[in-house]
């Protein structure tokens, strides 16, 4: 009789298969604890790169007086001009788009030298009557970014963000040193604090500094919004006069300077 050895076969045994399964779901419990923290700081980092990208886009508008720049009324939602002396603000909504509770209702943005001109109103406005506070805000969908989001379809779901603009006549001096009539100082020092009075004037009306502030992402919430994130500043020197038109826009001229005797 011829007895036949069979070879041994390599195998995993059941207790070797349950230990695998056992180290690889404490890696994917691992992995998945920190996948939501990847993709956090992925968003978080395209909303920053988005908003500073707008920022400069912004900044240079205004800064040049653009009056061209039409394309804007497909990403700006609505602007809401609010003065000290009235209790609501005036809304200016793009196409479509209803107005907020409470508003005022203004013009349908429809071109681009009215958005501009819009975000270019002076914070202060100085009437007989006394100072005019304004704060300007604009809802506005993302510029930049990507491709797929400037479809009809899919502009909802587009990155948007709040915008204020803050235009402010330059002041670089200290209130003692421009006040010629302040009592028991020499002709001297009135002769030259009267001098620096006439340049802080002309250079108030000639002279800007311009301040935006984006925040983002806003939620549309009914007709209102929730702004989250946290808020980025942008600033820049404006040289120029700023002309006011007679239905309230404001422009800058940068080739134009005022002069105060």
């Known amino acids: 009789m011829r007895i036949v050895l069979k070879k041994a076969v390599a195998a995993f045994t059941m207790v070797e298969v349950a230990i695998s399964l056992g180290v690889i779901a404490i890696a994917l419990v691992a992995i998945l604890g920190v996948l939501p923290t990847g993709v956090r700081v992925q968003r978080d980092n ?4 988005i908003l500073n990208q707008e920022g400069v886009i912004w900044l240079e508008a205004i800064r040049s007086g653009s009056q061209g720049l039409d394309y804007l009324t497909n990403y700006v939602d609505m602007i809401s001009v609010l003065g000290s002396r009235s209790a609501n603000p005036t809304v200016f909504p793009g196409p479509g788009v209803p107005f907020p509770p409470s508003a005022i209702q203004g013009d349908v943005l429809t071109n681009g030298q009215q958005i501009v001109g819009l975000l270019t109103t002076p914070k202060y406005i100085f009437d007989p009557v006394g100072t005019i506070t304004n704060r300007i805000t604009a809802f506005v969908r993302a510029i930049t970014g990507s491709a797929t989001e400037k479809s009809k379809s899919a502009r909802d779901m587009a990155f948007a963000y709040q915008l204020t603009s803050e235009v402010v006549p330059m002041n670089v001096y200290p209130t003692d040193a421009t006040n010629f009539m302040a009592s028991g100082i020499s002709p001297a020092i009135v002769l030259g604090r009267s001098n620096l009075w006439r340049m802080a004037r002309n250079e108030a009306l000639n002279f800007y500094e311009l301040r935006l502030t984006l925040r983002g992402p806003v939620i549309p919430k009914g007709k209102n919004y929730d702004v989250l994130g946290t808020p980025k500043t ?8 700023v002309f006011t038109t007679k239905n309230g826009a404001s422009f800058v001229l940068p080739s134009t300077f005022f002069q105060v005797q």
Do not use: P, V, W, Y
Request: neutral net charge; glycine residues 8%; aromatic residues 8%.
């Open 46 to 49: 395209r909303e920053d790169t």
């Open 234 to 241: 942008f600033r820049t020197l404006i040289s120029g006069a």
